[in-house]
């Protein structure tokens, strides 16, 4: 190569990069952009277990019950009306609207509907992602259409909070000539249809997805824009950087408090804030020492200062949480707060000193977290709430980190550690789903209960454990919602007398959006771009300009 | 055919047609050293691949446990555990591995879709491959012409820029240049975008054949569509591009200043030939042979260096795809990824060792 050869590619290179940075033509005004740092998982509903493949399913399909955008509210939605309840409450009866019919023109008759919905049953518990065997094959025990009208859930135990199950990604209409009856289809070829406002045009699961209106939907969610396009991000500082600069319209979801800080200061973006599902806290082992003396689960609940961890840490990003049952669901109260009025180092001390705590013969503490799986504030939070059981002065407080995949066994085993962090996010929008897990058949560590052959709850460890059982089932079978939720509110507080765990703080969710995006006014918290606490985003309520 | 397969003839094909010709007309030596050579190759491909394996599995913790979190059901943890054959001894295990790494089934993911990773890597790797390669020729050119220049201009404020450049270029972090970049051109100054391979909605209109978008773009004629992959590739071609250029200026700069002090170039310069057809006509030549060795030797900087670039400017090729699956302690991909790195790197370097062999006669075993 000789110089001439050099300068003829220097000058091209050149050329190149002004060429190219001429911007194509903007994209058109009709096209909405969100981005995402989550990922495709599976698209198949009767398999699919994560908070965006839901999101995307509830978009392109539709279900018999649904959530009144931006609230947990339920409203019929392929279903007539609100169903029929059996008096035993193990028959759930509903009757399908006529004229509903699948992105390909498909009709959806109940029999259709019901024998997908049998997927749930039958190949479900097989599929990788097995969302089945939580949230359809421990409480239904049929799907049945006796008519082309009517379908009917025969439940192997009645529960209440059923409808709010219902409403969920995994029971919507899935097309038949897609989703076929004996296999799992986690990525089928595009276009996928439903019978929601929209289907899937094209996708790439690590790209995009290209979704458009769905012209033979007929309910009342209708798109208003000509295609949807989800981008899909591995960094969420890059999303951020995207936003930013226009390159999409919408950020949606994973934010670090530190991403919100800068993205606040933005002109021409709005940040959205919900108060979301993910909470943080402490699994306290009850069978294991010092964990088994209330005394000492007590002192701990009394000496924790949430607002130390939401200020220092979080900077404010996160909120306290003194109820495993966050603010806005059923029943939700502030029970921990009420108990112990944390922090009180005072009461901390009365309750270690009734257990033969002292200065000199303090409490040995270890608290196990995984370093990474939270992000790496984890460790700074875990600092604060050692400083703070150490203020006591009859508290030894001994931080282990342990990386995930060996922690979560361990942990919600219940037989080796006897205290560590963990994360939760509902499964269902229900207060249940917030205290069952945490209480019933070992409670995810918590030791509350032994687990039993053929029992649902387990065997309580002693009476206010029972108390705790029977309020909880209760509870589960309760339709009156009053009633429901003021046996909620009791569970809490024997709960909270408990600490069968510590709860912390829960996160909230975030929107980031552009100044030409806008929610529907006609629904709720059109500021979040009608996204409610559970997390639902309706792609047909956002409109650009 | 699936993109990747198309890829592995594109590249393959030439590839074969080449070593049969060398094979065919080079000379004894040359076949026994290639012979050599490759079967060095094989040898080092299985020890890395065993070392892959054993050090997954050394690692604490379950991966179908971490995969499956806290609300996984012993069911779900046993199914997953048979499907994936976990529950069996670990010879098998590991006989297993060899024979489906052989075979190229890599087997499924254990995380989100549970997708074949075959599927998922021949998604990825076009990615990369049409970031790798600019960004290589970019960092050649810098690289062969900064350090001649450096050498011609020895000693003087142009040499010492350059000597500067390559050291600080190098020891920049590459996502900090990337998101400098980012910030500057396009946040700031909006030329180029900011993520991604294409253009959202222009990237809907392109029909993909081999994934490379922007020989997808040509052969399916769509300008606007090419335009915008070359707008998508300059800020992260830059990036991954001028980091890697830092060596090659440093390497030229001093195989060139070596060569101008052979005879040959003595006696070229007593016959009058101008200096600079001397250092660009007759020094660098020969002092590009150890560059070429040097390139085979930065191709597993280069993939580590894709992995950062991919990550920070959200390209989906194998790198992200690498950072994505080791958060998700999706040990099956990883230890997939990480084999076919390995097996990319020997095999460039057997490229690169026949090609050099080519260039220099005196190379033989």
């Known amino acids: 190569m000789n110089r001439k050869i050099f300068v003829a590619a220097t000058v091209g290179a050149l050329m190149m990069l002004l060429l190219v940075s001429c911007k194509p033509k903007a994209a058109l005004a009709a096209n909405i952009i969100i981005g995402t740092t989550d990922k495709v998982a599976s698209l198949d509903s009767a398999d699919a277990y994560a908070v965006h493949d839901w999101e995307v399913i509830k978009n392109i399909s539709d279900g018999l019950l649904t959530w009144k955008p931006g609230t947990t509210d339920l409203e019929a939605d392929l279903a007539t009306d609100m169903g029929k309840i059996s008096p035993d409450g193990l028959t759930y009866t509903y009757t399908l609207k006529n004229g509903i019919k699948f992105g390909d023109g498909t009709p959806l008759t109940a029999t259709v509907y019901a024998a997908q919905l049998n997927r749930l049953l039958t190949i479900g518990p097989k599929c990788p992602n097995d969302v089945a065997d939580t949230l359809a094959v421990p409480y239904v025990k049929s799907i049945t259409a006796p008519d082309d009208k009517t379908i009917v859930f025969q439940l192997t135990t009645p529960i209440a909070f059923f409808p709010q199950i219902l409403a969920g990604a995994p029971y919507v209409a899935s097309d038949p000539n897609i989703f076929k009856a004996d296999a799992c289809n986690l990525f089928p070829t595009a276009p996928v249809y439903g019978v929601g406002a929209w289907y899937i045009d094209s996708y790439n699961a690590d790209e995009q997805m290209v979704l458009k209106p769905n012209p033979y939907y007929t309910g009342p969610l209708k798109p208003q824009a000509k295609q949807v396009i989800v981008r899909f991000y591995s960094d969420p500082n890059t999303m951020a950087l995207a936003v930013q600069s226009g390159e999409i319209d919408v950020a949606w979801r994973l934010f670090s408090p530190d991403q919100l800080t800068q993205l606040k200061g933005v002109s021409k973006l709005s940040i959205g804030t919900i108060n979301g599902g993910a909470i943080r806290y402490l699994i306290l082992n009850h069978t294991q020492k010092p964990f088994d003396d209330p005394n000492v689960v007590k002192a701990i609940a009394s000496a924790v200062d949430r607002n130390e961890i939401v200020d220092k840490v979080y900077g404010g990003q996160v909120n306290p949480l003194y109820s495993m049952v966050p603010p806005g669901f059923l029943g939700a109260t502030d029970a921990f707060d009420k108990m112990y009025g944390a922090p009180n180092l005072d009461a901390a001390k009365k309750y270690l000193e009734a257990s033969g705590y002292s200065a000199a013969n303090p409490a040995k503490i270890e608290l196990w977290y995984p370093p990474e799986h939270y992000g790496a504030s984890t460790a700074a939070w875990m600092q604060v709430i050692k400083k703070q059981l150490e203020a006591t002065g009859e508290m030894q407080v001994t931080l282990q980190a342990q990386e995930w995949s060996t922690y979560a066994p361990a942990l919600t085993g219940g037989k080796a550690y006897g205290a560590g962090v963990l994360g939760w996010f509902f499964d269902y929008p229900d207060s249940s789903n917030y205290l069952d897990p945490f209480v019933f058949n070992r409670g995810e560590g918590t030791n509350v209960t032994t687990p039993q052959e053929g029992s649902l709850t387990g065997i309580p460890i002693n009476d206010k454990a029972k108390q705790l059982v029977d309020l909880l089932n209760k509870a589960d079978i309760e339709t009156d919602q009053a009633k429901r939720a003021d046996l909620y509110k009791q569970a809490q507080d024997i709960y909270a007398d408990l600490v069968v765990t510590l709860p912390l703080f829960y996160q909230a969710e975030h929107v980031v959006y552009r100044s030409d995006i806008k929610g529907s006014s006609a629904y709720a918290t059109a500021e979040t771009l009608n996204i409610g606490p559970n997390i639902v985003f309706y792609y047909s309520l956002i409109k650009k300009g | ?365």
């Open chain 2, 1 to 365: 055919m699936s993109p990747i397969a198309i890829l592995a003839l594109i590249i393959g094909i030439p590839s074969l047609l080449l070593l049969i010709y060398v094979f065919v007309r080079g000379s004894t030596g040359l076949r026994r050293y290639i012979l050599t050579r490759i079967g060095l190759t094989l040898p080092m491909i299985f020890i890395l691949a065993t070392m892959v394996f054993l050090i997954l599995r050394i690692l604490p913790g379950d991966p179908v446990t971490s995969a499956l979190g806290p609300k996984g059901t012993p069911e779900q943890i046993a199914h997953i555990r048979t499907t994936l054959g976990l529950d069996k001894p670990l010879v098998v295990q590991y006989g297993t591995f060899l024979w489906n790494m052989v075979t190229l089934h890599f087997g499924n993911s254990l995380v989100g879709g549970h997708r074949p990773i075959l599927d998922e890597m021949s998604e990825r790797f076009p990615a990369t491959l049409e970031l790798i390669l600019p960004a290589s020729i970019l960092a050649l050119l810098i690289g062969v012409y900064g350090g001649a220049l450096a050498a011609a201009q020895r000693k003087r404020v142009v040499d010492f820029s350059l000597r500067i450049y390559s050291v600080v270029i190098y020891s920049l972090p590459v996502f900090w240049l990337g998101l400098m970049l980012q910030l500057l051109f396009g946040l700031r100054l909006k030329w180029f975008p900011i993520s991604g391979r294409i253009d959202a909605v222009i990237g809907t209109g392109l029909k993909t054949v081999t994934n490379i978008y922007s020989i997808d773009a040509l052969l399916s004629g769509n300008g606007p569509a090419l335009l915008s992959v070359l707008q998508h590739l300059v800020l992260p071609t830059i990036t991954l591009g001028l980091i890697l250029s830092g060596v090659f200026v440093r390497m030229t700069r001093v195989n060139v200043i070596e060569t101008l002090h052979c005879d040959y170039i003595a006696a070229a310069r007593a016959r009058g030939i101008r200096e600079r057809v001397l250092i660009y006509g007759h020094a660098l030549k020969n002092a590009m042979i150890p560059v070429i060795t040097l390139i085979g030797l930065q191709v597993a900087i280069l993939l580590a260096g894709a992995v950062l670039t991919e990550t920070v400017f959200s390209w989906p090729g194998m790198g992200s795809y690498l950072v994505e699956r080791i958060s998700a302690r999706d040990y099956t991909a990883v230890q997939s990824v990480i084999t076919v790195f390995a097996m990319l790197v020997a095999l460039i370097s057997l490229a690169v060792d026949v090609i050099y062999s080519l260039v220099d006669p005196r190379v033989r075993y």
